[in-house]
T-cell receptor
Framework: SAVISQKPSRDICQRGTSLTIQCQVD?????MFWYRQQPGQSLTLIAT?????????ESGFVIDKFPISRPNLTFSTLTVSNMSPEDSSIYLC????????????FGPGTRLTVT | DQQVKQNSPSLSVQEGRISILNCDYT??????FLWYKKYPAEGPTFLIS?????DKNEDGRFTVFLNKSAKHLSLHIVPSQPGDSAVYFC????????????FGAGTRLFVKA
């Protein structure tokens, strides 16, 4: 299984600022995903990041607000831009699991609080 | 529009007894269902899954049941152990391919010693 780390693990930010979250995988993977979990809510897919192409965003999420980089097969970043208190969430990255399965491996998450 | 619903935010069970976590879905296009377990400060980890062509899948103490006509699935943990205390997420994937997995809001399970 893939081991995924995220930085930072948590942060408290002021509204109007931006935060970049890093996701590192211990093996090369084709697909990486970014999720958001708002308090008491389910995990919601923000975007899919494939190396060498633009990220694909889900409905309700835009590149200007959540720019994503995928410079190589083991690393990705998600930036939360111009933050507001509504952006306070846990942000998780994940990768695909074993071949021919729909499982995903998740990082530990980044807990973001916007004041 | 919540396509995957876990109506019980929490569940408390005595050690050694059965834990039953429930999940309902609305989209008939879902054809693969998964359960994830999440401990505090950790990411979700895959627990067990079931394809829509089956009605039961068992893995040790964990069994998932699928009732397609009722659009309902459940996770049974027998016997429950204190280490099972975690948040359990139900998830579903449509048969359109890709990884558009839809998650429920989770159920927090407390197993009392």
């Amino acid at each position: 299984s893939a081991v995924i780390s995220q930085k930072p693990s948590r942060d408290i930010c002021q509204r109007g600022t931006s935060l970049t979250i890093q996701c590192q995988v211990d093996s090369q993977v084709t697909m990486m995903f970014w999720y958001r979990q708002q308090p008491g809510q389910s995990l919601t897919l923000i975007a899919t990041a494939n190396q060498g192409s633009e990220a694909t965003y889900e409905s309700g999420f835009v590149i200007d607000k959540f720019p994503i980089s995928r410079p190589n097969l083991t690393f990705s970043t998600l930036t939360v831009s111009n933050m507001s208190p509504e952006d306070s969430s846990i942000y998780l990255c994940s990768t695909t699991g074993p071949e021919r399965s729909y499982e995903q491996y998740f990082g530990p998450g980044t807990r973001l609080t916007v004041t | 529009d919540q396509q995957v619903k876990q109506n019980s935010p929490s569940l408390s069970v005595q050690e050694g007894r059965i834990s039953i976590l429930n999940c309902d879905y609305t989209n008939s296009m879902f054809d693969y269902f998964l359960w994830y377990k999440k401990y505090p400060a950790e990411g979700p980890t895959f627990l067990i899954s079931i394809s829509s062509i089956k009605d039961k899948n068992e893995d040790g103490r964990f069994t998932v049941f699928l009732n397609k006509s009722a659009k309902h699935l459940s996770l049974h943990i027998v016997p429950s152990q204190p280490g099972d205390s975690a948040v359990y997420f139900c998830a579903a994937t449509p048969n359109t391919g890709g990884f558009k997995t839809i998650f429920g809001a989770g159920t927090r399970l407390f197993v009392k010693a």
